[in-house]
Nanobody, 120 residues
Framework: QVQLVESGGGLVQAGGSLRLSCAAS????????MAWHRQAPGKERELVAG???????DYADSVKGRFTISRDNTKNTVYLQMNALKPEDTAVYYC??????????????WGQGTQVTVSS
């Protein structure tokens, strides 16, 4: 019903930049939230940044000031601009979509994940 296709991951040196993209297709509800999560080796998955349809954003403290999440509602695409990358940013990054419906019903979808590796 919903597919999330991610791109933009790769290898970059510390201090460099990458931009991740996630294109959503299928049944995208008018009220939804898109977000980026990441999971580093030996660590639990954590929220990196989230964004509403209106463009309201939230960030993990560890990336605030360095990462910027944005979205193009016409294209159903969410982006994550990552600047001043650090080795500790190395992780698999996952795109998330939450569809909200009436009656407090919501559905959660995940992308396949894209590897980001930051070398020191």
């Amino acid at each position: 019903q919903v597919q999330l296709v991610e791109s933009g991951g790769g290898l970059v040196q510390a201090g460099g930049s990458l931009r991740l993209s996630c294109a959503a297709s299928g049944s995208i509800f008018s009220i939804n939230r898109m977000a980026w999560h990441r999971q580093a080796p030996g660590k639990e998955r954590e929220l990196v940044a989230g964004i509403s349809v209106r463009g309201d954003t939230d960030y993990a403290d560890s990336v605030k000031g360095r990462f910027t999440i944005s979205r193009d509602n016409t294209k159903n695409t969410v982006y994550l601009q990552m600047n001043a990358l650090k080795p500790e940013d190395t992780a698999v990054y996952y795109c998330q979509l939450i569809n909200f419906a009436s009656g407090h019903r919501w559905d959660n979808y995940w992308g396949q994940g894209t590897q980001v590796t930051v070398s020191s």
